[in-house]
């Protein structure tokens, strides 16, 4: 599934995908195209900058993930990626760049 850019000018571009369900379902992204930043990544769990859960940090604007996910990812709204400056802060910094929806990841899943 294509990730979405939230914002204006980003040329990034990826895709998700869900394996299995619930808890310990499997989050496999691939994404490219983030610029360098004084900062790392971070992939969520996310429905607000204050209900969001950080299940990986990337430093690099390319990468490959595939990891657990630690709660049952229907919970949330989407999987999104931010820009982090480091801050020693560990909650969503509110500066979302690329999104997909859980629930659209969800009908694609592999059982």
Known sequence: MELTR???GTHAEGTARLV????GA????????LPPFDGTYV???FDAASDAVGVARVARGSFDVRTR???DPA??????ISREPLD??????GDSVL???VARLMRAARP
């Open 88 to 93: 020693g802060n560990r909650n969503h910094s």
């Open 43 to 45: 992939v969520w769990l």
């Open 6 to 8: 939230v914002t204006p």
């Open 69 to 71: 996910l630690p709660l």
């Open 20 to 23: 299995g369900r619930g808890p």
């Open 99 to 101: 999104r997909v929806s």
């Open 75 to 80: 919970r949330y709204r989407w999987i999104d």
């Open 26 to 33: 499997w989050l496999e992204l691939r994404v490219k195209g």
